[in-house]
């Protein structure tokens, strides 16, 4: 059994209403966001929702070749995960 394809996104929220703000695909490679982000025990290919540092959301940032400043005061920046169907209807 294959395993499910799963893709990534860095999530932006507000702090304060909890809305979410921005999303940004993460196309990276499961080795590189391991070196940026250390799985939690029992999930080691980052399935989880992982709330993110200012350090750990400006190396995936540069990592994505996307220029945004970080602001953890007012903002919560997450990785979120979610599988895809590739199957065609």
Do not use: W
Not at 58 to 65: D, F, G, I, R
Request: proline share 7%; hydrophobic share 35%; charged share 30%.
């Amino acid at each position: 059994m294959e395993s499910p394809k799963v893709e990534r996104s860095l999530q932006i929220f507000d702090r304060k209403s909890e809305k979410l703000l921005a999303e940004y695909p993460v196309a990276l490679e499961l080795d590189t966001l391991i070196k940026i982000i250390k799985p939690m025990m029992g999930d080691p290919l980052l399935y989880r929702p992982y709330p993110l540092s200012q350090r750990e959301t400006e190396k995936l940032l540069t990592q994505m070749n996307i220029d945004l400043m970080v602001e953890t005061k007012s903002y919560h920046y997450f990785l979120g995960s979610y599988t895809v169907d590739d199957a065609k209807s």
